[in-house]
Nanobody, 124 residues
Framework: QVQLVESGGGLVQTGGSLRLSCAASGRTISDYAMGWFRQAPGQERKFVATITWNGGTTYYADSVKGRFTISRDNAKNTVYLEMNSLKSEDTAVYYC?????????????????WGQGTPVTVSS
């Protein structure tokens, strides 16, 4: 079993930055693909970014490409999401997820473990 705990969310102004962290416990995530998803109020949860088990490949939703960066530190069993140039439409609860598949995973059904989420609010 893998337990995931997100942190780093909060209130930020338009154009600002935040760095989310996802700390894993229970077992190493070094062979898991990791992903970030988000759910805005009244909307379904959507894909944001994913990174392969070794960090060699990343993939982003078009809406965040060029502004968000996913990274991982397998030694620390942690995944990060650096968010820059934040917009009001980035307001959502952000979830971290782990996929045993290990390679690029963009669909929720590909993920085996989920965190509880951390809220991000972008205000103008």
């Amino acid at each position: 079993q893998v337990q995931l705990v997100e942190s780093g969310g909060g209130l930020v102004q338009t154009g600002g930055s935040l760095r989310l962290s996802c700390a894993a416990s229970g077992r190493t995530i070094s062979d898991y693909a990791m992903g970030w998803f988000r759910q805005a109020p009244g909307q379904e949860r959507k894909f944001v970014a994913t990174i392969t088990w070794n960090g060699g490949t990343t993939y982003y939703a078009d809406s965040v490409k060029g502004r968000f960066t996913i990274s991982r530190d397998n030694a620390k069993n942690t995944v990060y999401l650096e968010m820059n140039s934040l917009k009001s439409e980035d307001t959502a609860v952000y979830y971290c997820a782990a996929a045993e598949w290990g390679e690029v995973a963009v669909h929720q059904r590909e993920y085996d473990y989920w965190g509880q989420g951390t809220p991000v609010t972008v205000s103008s």
